[in-house]
């Protein structure tokens, strides 16, 4: 007892004089010349950020948990689209030891769950006192950029590690997958795994839960062998197959399977276990190099270090309560798992082993025989379900991870928006108006744009698909044109409610009355605009033009030329004089909407009444109305009339026989 515990005191002490050492080594030198070479620092600098996610144009802060930093590419209409996150390894935990510790690594990972890079910040390896940034090598690193965070990322499988450094490739390796997949897991939606393996995986949990302990033992899935000690305490040694991660979890819970298919696949390279717990109250005793595995031809071998790997301590799954301490034998590719395989364990103090004959019977034969499990009926079921058009568009939509923060908030507006149109209600329409502008228009820039019109033309529709949120203010746009006319003018564009806001503290004394004349030749100015556009488009392939027609991106980009700074100017001094000015003779936009809107079946409503009253032609904020017609083309929806008609404001007051009467008194004195 007393020289196992000094020799674990010498190794101990062994081990914190090699950590002294390495850290009193001085500050490593990146090697000179390599794109990829260490900054041993985590402070990031945007130009990492660019390396590990070079599609990307910018960048936002760290933010949300886990920390990222998201990435955006700038789109044709002046605005930008999420294309993935980068992450620091060390911001979301656990981190992966390397030799002597963690390897903090800045890595992107895209919207489809694909690693965009990676670059390694920092680390203390043993190596690096030697060989200096030994882990600068841009064929290693290289490996990782495009590569699925589904994949097993193993080392000498899928992933060449570097010769020498077989931990700390591991640790990089790993690292990466695990983290990565955290992050997509928040961000993204990542499940790991298959439908087909999760069905496995349930499948296998399902078949092992009809069965308890005392059953599995008397099948012969559980062996153990129970041995009294010279002490008279008895040692209990169990052992049975947990070569598969539903086995694992099973058997000793997910976090110590977790743990020790990580050792194996580290030290090891393998992850064919045999779980080995260790009860009775003669414990203590235990010597893993007293154990000896033999099978068939193959020489007697010892339980060393390199075959075996902890599994906690039997806290967890099912057997709990049944050990003190768990441990994983790891089997290489020179065991038969078909065949049994002959355990010797020889107690101190003892002259002769205890032999036990373990054989892989049950589910874990059928799993270590390659037994899908599955019968080809559900396979097959499961393979066609996951392959439908249904099942990939909603686990892989077009505009990859869907941001929900986003969709709830449009929603809301299209809440608003509608509440507000059905009840006619000022108050709920300008709180749309005032959402609108501060979060479409400011915060998020998710106006529409006769750029989306020149791009569908262009492209296709399908360049749509792409933004979730665009998708959605297109497709409520178009449905509601469709059905009531302009009611995205109304009160869903955000330099509408611009306009609005001019106009609702701008002195009436201001206003200016346009002649009727120019006014009706003024209309068709936009109609002409949206015509050139779609034409430079079209023919020249000019998709720039629009942004000359389109005050709004300066102004809530903030952002444009001398030039487009004064048309936004004056436009804007145009609607203090003349509400919604811009919508009255210059949206391209709004022409398109009011091309749509002359099939729209729900218009607005007009009594007898209208034929003799101008109450609405005066309050109409575009100028639609000539008594009872109206322009409907021009109409953007604003409520302000029907409002007049429900409440029976000026002539829907009376009755029309009295205002026949009054109109008939008046009418010789004009």
């Known amino acids: 007892m007393f020289a ?29 010349g390599n794109p990829v070479r260490t900054p041993f620092s985590t402070n990031v600098q945007p130009e990492w950020l660019q390396q590990v996610m070079p599609a990307a144009d910018s960048f936002s802060d760290k933010q949300g948990e886990p920390p990222v930093y998201e990435a955006f ?13 980068v992450f620091l390894t060390a911001d979301v935990p656990p981190q992966e030891r390397g030799f002597s510790a963690p390897i903090p690594m800045l890595v992107g990972v ?14 203390v390896e043993s190596y690096s006192s030697t060989l200096g940034d030994f882990l600068a090598d841009p064929v290693f690193q290289g490996q ?36 990565a997949r955290r992050v997509a897991g928040a ?6 795994g298959s439908a087909l393996e999760r069905a496995r ?32 305490e008895t040692l209990t040694l169990t052992f049975t197959y947990m070569g598969h991660p539903a086995l694992g979890e099973y058997f000793i819970g997910r976090t110590a399977y977790a743990r020790a298919e990580r050792d194996a696949s580290a030290r090891l390279g393998g992850d064919q276990m045999i779980l080995m717990s260790v009860g009775g109250d003669g414990y203590q005793q235990f010597r893993q190099d007293r154990l000896q595995l033999q099978q068939g031809d193959l020489p007697m071998r010892r339980l060393t270090a390199n075959l075996l790997v902890t599994a906690g301590n039997a806290d967890e799954g099912l057997i709990a309560g049944r050990a003190e301490f768990a441990g994983a034998i790891v089997l290489d590719d020179r065991y038969d798992l078909s065949q049994p395989i002959n355990i010797y364990y020889q107690p101190l103090g003892s002259l002769d082993p205890y032999e036990l004959q373990y054989e892989i019977l049950g589910l874990g034969q059928r799993l270590a025989s390659g037994d899908p499990i599955l019968s080809e009926a559900e396979i097959e079921r499961i393979i066609r379900a996951e392959n439908s058009v249904i099942r990939q568009f909603l686990n892989d939509p077009p505009w990859g991870v869907t941001p929900w923060g986003e969709v709830a908030m449009l929603l809301l507006i299209f809440t608003l928006v509608l509440t507000a149109f059905f009840r006619k209600s000022t108050r709920w329409r300008w709180a749309a108006l005032t959402l609108v502008m501060v979060y479409l228009g400011f915060m998020k820039a998710g106006f529409l744009s006769v750029a989306h019109i020149t791009g569908a033309l262009v492209q296709g529709p399908g360049f749509l698909l792409n933004n979730l949120p665009l998708l959605m203010i297109v497709v409520f746009t178009v449905v509601t044109t469709l059905i009531w006319g302009r009611l995205f003018c109304s009160s869903l564009c955000p330099f509408g409610a611009v306009q ?50 389109e005050p709004f991106g300066t102004l809530f980009f903030l952002s444009g030329s001398a030039v487009l700074f004064a048309i936004l100017g004056a436009i804007l001094l145009a609607c203090v004089v003349v509400p919604r000015f811009y919508c009255r003779y210059l949206c391209p936009l709004g022409a398109a909407l009011g091309v749509v809107s002359f099939i729209s079946p729900r218009r607005i409503k007009r009594v007898p009444q209208c034929q003799v009253c101008t109450v609405c032609e005066h309050a109409c904020p575009t100028g639609a109305i000539r008594r009872e017609s109206i322009d409907f083309k021009e109409c953007v929806r604003c409520d302000i009339c029907e409002r007049k008609l429900i409440n029976k404001a000026g002539s829907c007051r009376h ?5 026949i009467v009054r109109h008939k008194e008046l009418a010789p004195g004009r």
């Open 4 to 32: 196992n515990r000094l020799s674990a005191f010498v190794m101990a002490l062994a081990m914190m004089l090699t950590c002294t050492v390495v850290q009193a080594q001085p500050p490593r030198q990146p090697v000179e």
């Open 73 to 85: 590419r700038d789109t044709n209409n002046g605005g930008r689209e999420l294309i993935g996150y």
């Open 110 to 123: 895209d919207l489809n769950n694909q690693l965009t890079g990676m670059k390694i910040l920092d680390y």
């Open 144 to 179: 990782f950029v495009g590569k699925p965070i589904a994949d097993d990322f193993r080392i000498n499988s899928d992933i060449d590690g570097i010769t020498g450094a077989t931990v700390s490739s591991f640790a990089i390796t790993r690292g990466i997958r695990e983290a």
């Open 187 to 192: 961000y993204n939606g990542f499940t790991p």
């Open 201 to 232: 995986s349930e499948r296998i949990l399902q078949e092992m839960q009809q069965s308890g302990w005392d059953e599995l033992v008397e099948q012969g899935i559980i062996k153990q062998i129970s041995m009294n000690l010279p002490a008279g």
């Open 500 to 549: 609005d806001i001019i106009s609702r503290f701008t002195p009436k004394r201001w206003l200016l009355k346009v002649p009727q004349k120019w006014h009706d030749l003024g209309i068709y100015t936009k109609y002409a605009f949206l015509a050139f556009i779609i034409g430079a488009a079209l023919i020249a392939n000019n998709v720039a033009v629009f942004q000359y027609f």
């Open 655 to 659: 009755d029309m026989s009295k205002i």
